[in-house]
């Protein structure tokens, strides 16, 4: 059985005419437009198709139409293939785009979540004096030894984007920014400057952090269907839904960790990533790194034909043994707190052997577990984790579904 995550990729990513084939095609997506249209009160449909990109570009529409996109592409690829992802992760906005599939966020609240979000960042930006800019072709630390020699420059620009160990993006005033393009330029380093109205994941952004932190905990999270990595970690998230809101609020200001967030997945043992709709920027940035792993994109026909193709969907369907190699990474991952060694090998490493040695038995037979079996697996991590000293109730059951088991 393999394993594949999906990635969700964030403000830059949009362009005119997006999902415009396959909302004409499928009325998944078609609906998916049309339930944004409904809660946004404008017509998502034309603006993403017709609305040209500079109005696509302004943040406040940005943001819900690449929510849309996401969400619409996701529940095709769901529809299509069958697949559910054994994680996913997603870049700066995209990261709200996983919560949304993974069943954090309501779609509906996450469009209104994110205009708002989008209405903060051009607020904090309205001055028109911060840029960002991608840096390619040099590691993190070289840019940061190239920067420090600017010296006309009042305030430096920061990282705000661990892309790659081949790209970063620097956020900064204009001013900054400007200088360190015209530095790194004449080092013949590759720049792009990219399509936003600010200097966003840097401290320009601190008052915007502060209100929509307010604005967060207007919502409800949800119980995760599956694991999402948080961008500012590095992590998989956990339950707590203080610890999503603190999350989501240093996105603001802090950088996004996309290296490290990709590293995460991959110690998973992903078997494949799909990058779902638009473009094919993240795995583009995932092969800088790993050229070799499998990377999909929903936004290339040439992709799309193998991940909807008949041998790739029976490879990655989802099967719910996945639901006991889950308990086993929370398990090894639960901080451990137990210093009696009696209660440990009791309660921890007897029912870990336990749940390890089920998980082995129905791979060497190739069956899925029972619901009773279901049940016997998460008491044994709950006693692993509580044992351990950490609170069960901090996991929830994500792998709770409708005809699997009850706790």
Partial sequence: MKRLAVLFPGQGSQYNGMMKEDYERY?????????????????????????????????????????????????LFVQETGIRPAAAAGHSLGEYTALTCAGVLKYCDALQLVRERGRLMMEASASGLGRMLAVSGITEYEAANMLERMRDVKIRPVISCYNSSKQIVLSGTTEAVTAAEELLAAEGVKLSSLKVSGAFHSPFMAEAANELEERLRRYEFGAFTF?????????????????????LKRQMTEPVRWRQSIACLLK??????????????????????????????????????????????????????????????????????????????????????????LLLNLEHNNAEPS???????????????????AEIEDYGNPFETEGMFTR
């Avoid at 694991?227 to 999350?247: C, H, R």
């Avoid at 050229?291 to 909807?308: E, G, H, I, L």
């Fill in 268 to 357: 998973r043992s992903m078997d494949a990533v799909v990058e779902l709709a638009p473009r094919k920027t993240l795995a583009r940035l995932l092969k800088e790194d790993y050229p070799a792993f499998p990377a999909y994109s929903m936004d290339d026909q040439t992709d799309r034909q193998v991940v909807f193709s008949p041998s790739f969907k029976a490879n990655y369907q989802y099967t719910e043994r996945r639901v006991l190699e889950e308990y086993l990474a929370i398990a090894v991952s639960t901080r451990n707190h137990c210093h009696n060694e009696q209660v440990y090998q009791e309660q921890v490493v007897a029912p870990y052997r336990q749940l390890e040695g």
């Fill in 27 to 75: 009325s998944v997506v078609r609906q998916t437009f049309e339930e944004a249209s409904d809660t946004l009160g404008y017509d998502m449909a034309a603006l993403c198709f017709h609305g040209g990109e500079e109005k696509l570009a302004q943040s406040d529409l940005t943001q819900p139409a690449l929510l849309t996109a996401g969400v619409a592409s996701y529940r």
């Fill in 227 to 247: 694991p999402v990595i948080s961008n500012i970690q590095g992590e998989i998230y956990g339950a707590n839904a203080e610890e999503i809101i603190g999350s």
């Fill in 371 to 389: 619901a009773e079996q279901l049940r016997e697996a998460w008491n044994w991590l709950k006693s692993i984790v509580n044992a351990k000293g």
